[in-house]
């Protein structure tokens, strides 16, 4: 069956620090691939996708970026973090072609 | 049982009909969320409700809290409306997601 990972599921980093996100998927091949965000009192923002390795865009111009150094690996990164980087960040993953998608568990990240 | 259930799961609808798409919830929310996902693409976010109505453009996005129901309305459908509508609600620390409404809006 196929499930993902994201974690940690919580965490609280001081201004300026660097930030890692990791999301996995297994039971699958060649997943599309996004990171969302939900800032406090806002809907879900698509930050970026991925339809295959190495292949990264974009949505909204950031202090984030994303890595997929392979097929079920997405990394969400940042080399300092500012308090507007507060937020819940939400992996997904779907299938070109076919409808619906799953969503990882969420983290909260709290910039202090 | 899922927390949140979408009716129906796909839905073929003629240009200009006007559409509904249904989404009841078993949890306590803080807010619910309509989002939208176009074939090959991401997702975004349509509306966020807690309460009442919202409207943008053709689209309407009702929630009655205490029958823990919302509706996606779209009036007026085009063919670029295909897409697959997700329904989500927040509870806390949690998201919890419908499977989505397909619509397919022929011309």
């Known amino acids: 069956s196929q499930t993902i990972h994201q974690w940690p599921a919580t965490l609280v980093q001081p201004v300026g620090s660097p930030l890692s996100l990791e999301c996995t998927v297994e039971?699958?091949?060649?997943?599309?691939l996004y990171w969302y965000r939900q800032a406090a009192g806002r809907g879900l923002q698509l930050l970026f996708y991925?339809?295959?390795?190495?292949?990264i865009s974009s949505e909204v111009p950031q202090n984030l970026s994303a890595s997929r150094p392979q097929d079920r690996q997405f990394i969400l990164s940042s080399k300092k973090l500012l308090l507007s980087d507060s937020g819940f960040y939400l992996c997904a993953w779907s299938l070109t072609g076919v409808s619906g998608y799953t969503f990882g568990s969420g983290t909260r990240l709290t910039v202090v | 049982k899922n927390e949140v259930e979408q009716s129906p799961q796909n839905l073929t609808a003629q240009e200009g009909e006007f559409i509904t798409i249904n989404c009841s919830y078993s949890v306590g929310i803080s807010a619910l969320h309509w989002l939208q996902q176009h074939p090959g693409g991401g997702i975004v976010s349509l509306f966020m409700l807690s309460s009442g109505k919202k409207k943008h453009g053709r689209l309407i996005a009702t929630i009655n809290i205490q029958e823990k129901h919302s509706s996606l309305h779209i009036t007026a459908s085009h063919p670029r409306d295909s897409a697959v509508y997700i329904c989500a609600v927040s509870a806390g620390n949690q998201f919890y997601f419908g499977t989505g409404t397909s619509l397919t809006v022929i011309p």
């Open positions: 039971g699958t091949s060649n997943p599309n």
């Open positions: 991925s339809v295959g390795i190495g292949q």
